[in-house]
């Protein structure tokens, strides 16, 4: 990330105009009710709200955006909250805040999330956020449908292809014998590693399990009609959710073979496969002309249009491009930045969660330009503020904080360029921010970082 991409040029210096643009475009965000109104109206007309954030671990990005999530469930009439996790893990909380599950409270329902990095959905934020979508659920008549609580990404495999086979195992029995020979493709190598099995495929140490899920996805699909004409004991959320974990088995296949070819073809076939779900789950809940309204929770990379970001140069592709692609101006992207602060993250894939200290943002970036607002927190609407807009055009540095942060290497780790008003709707930033906290808290998170004394070591 050291050079800007094709047709995203050098970050220009901050000119008076440019302040002067941003300072009478930006809404102080006060904590009132009214703070969030621009995004609401927006969204009248909206079918898919992406809320991006900026960090994998940061509080206020968790905590607002539940806010506004709330608020469209309530006001605008937002059906469901599709978030960057596992389908099966967060069905289980679909599960719960229906009121269609075993699960006695929102921490039980969490529970599923035991993937590396846990803090992502089991931190206090999403425990509140769950709890309430469960009693707004209860409070709804009984003809109502409930609002629910669905994932979007293709990690969970092996889960998957248990899910598939339970639901067989109960609709069909025939048809669950033929699915387990086809998934003991998967058995000749890695075992519940996915990544030895994608990394052998490629090596040709093994044959392939392209054949068999397709073909397993395809016979799903095609029996789908019968099996939903049956007695009712198992109901259309259970069939929609086996065919969902039936294309995520085919998705994946393809997935962690890719990973062993480059990480722009991984990467986009990550993305793609979201951008399936989230379409597959909008048909789902209104079949039709009208498609469901759906609040989509995942990382700025993800929801924020990468043609407006040096990924594009690389030949990446993501969500939000393609739900811009196909919903136009029925699509709201929401993005959120911050200067500094603390966040929970990893120092390396697999590794405990630390509260680190967040560096202030480099000179040159966008999140500098609004730390000399001088407005600790506020909003703004890209698109009803024409010559903020323009001001935010020209490309700057951007930050991304994943499940990683290695502030040592900060300007390579997690930096890049891009065109602001081109990339989001509206944004929100918050000055100086603190990290998410997770439901299980270790001794070395709660100890925190010591104070950043870089680069003088004093």
Not at 40 to 64: N, P, Q
Request: hydrophobic letters at 40%.
């Amino acid at each position: 990330m050291s050079a800007p991409a094709a047709g995203l040029t050098t970050a220009p210096s901050t000119t008076d105009g440019v302040i002067q643009a941003l300072g009478a475009a930006i809404r102080p965000l006060s904590g009132g009710s009214d703070d969030l109104a621009p995004i609401i109206e927006l969204a009248k007309h909206a079918r898919y709200v992406l809320i991006g954030e900026a960090s994998h671990g940061t509080h206020e990005f968790y905590r607002i955006r539940a806010e506004i999530t709330k608020r469209l469930i309530r006001e605008v009439g937002f059906s469901a909250v599709a978030v960057e996790a596992d389908w099966p893990d967060a069905y289980r909380v679909n599960r719960f805040v229906r009121g269609a599950t075993d699960d006695g409270e929102a921490t039980d329902a969490l529970s599923g999330f035991r993937r590396f990095p846990q803090w992502m959905w089991r931190n206090s934020d999403v425990l509140d956020f769950v709890g309430w979508l469960r009693e707004f659920n209860d409070q709804r008549p009984d003809d109502a449908r409930k609002v629910g609580f669905y994932g979007l990404d293709l990690y969970s495999m092996h889960a998957s292809i248990a899910a598939v086979l339970e639901y067989l195992d109960l609709v069909d029995p025939v048809a669950a014998a033929r699915a387990r020979e086809r998934y003991a493709c998967f058995e000749n190598v890695g075992g519940d590693d996915p990544q030895a099995y994608g990394q052998a495929a490629v090596l040709g140490l093994t044959p392939t399990c392209e054949r068999e899920v397709v073909a397993q996805l395809i016979e799903l699909q095609h029996a789908a009609g019968e099996y939903a004409r049956r007695d009712g004991r198992i109901g259309r959320d259970a069939l929609f959710f086996a065919e969902q974990n039936a294309r995520l088995v085919r998705n994946a296949e393809r997935y962690y073979r890719a990973m062993f070819a480059g990480p722009v073809l991984s990467w986009n076939l990550r993305d793609q496969h979201m951008a399936e779900t989230l379409g597959e789950l909008a048909r789902f809940l209104a079949p039709g002309p009208n498609p469901g309204k759906i609040v989509v929770w995942a990382h700025n990379s993800h929801l924020g249009d990468a043609r407006a970001t040096e990924m594009a140069a690389r030949g990446e592709l993501n969500v939000g491009q393609l739900v811009r692609a196909q919903a136009g101006a029925a699509a709201v992207l929401v993005g959120f930045t911050t200067y500094t602060g603390t966040v929970t993250a990893a120092t390396d894939w697999g590794s405990a969660a630390e509260r680190k200290q967040v560096r202030p943002a480099l000179s040159e970036s966008f999140e500098a330009l609004f730390h000399s607002l001088h407005v600790p927190n506020f909003l703004l609407d890209l698109r009803g503020q024409p010559a903020a807009a323009t001001a935010l055009t020209a490309p700057r540095l951007e930050r991304a904080i994943g499940v990683i942060y290695r502030p040592e290497t900060e300007r390579q780790s997690h930096y890049f360029y891009a065109s602001l008003a081109r990339q989001f709707d509206a944004i929100l930033h918050y000055d100086t921010t603190r990290a998410v906290e997770p439901l299980e808290r270790t001794g070395r998170w709660e100890a925190g970082e010591p104070p950043e004394t870089y680069p003088t070591a004093l």
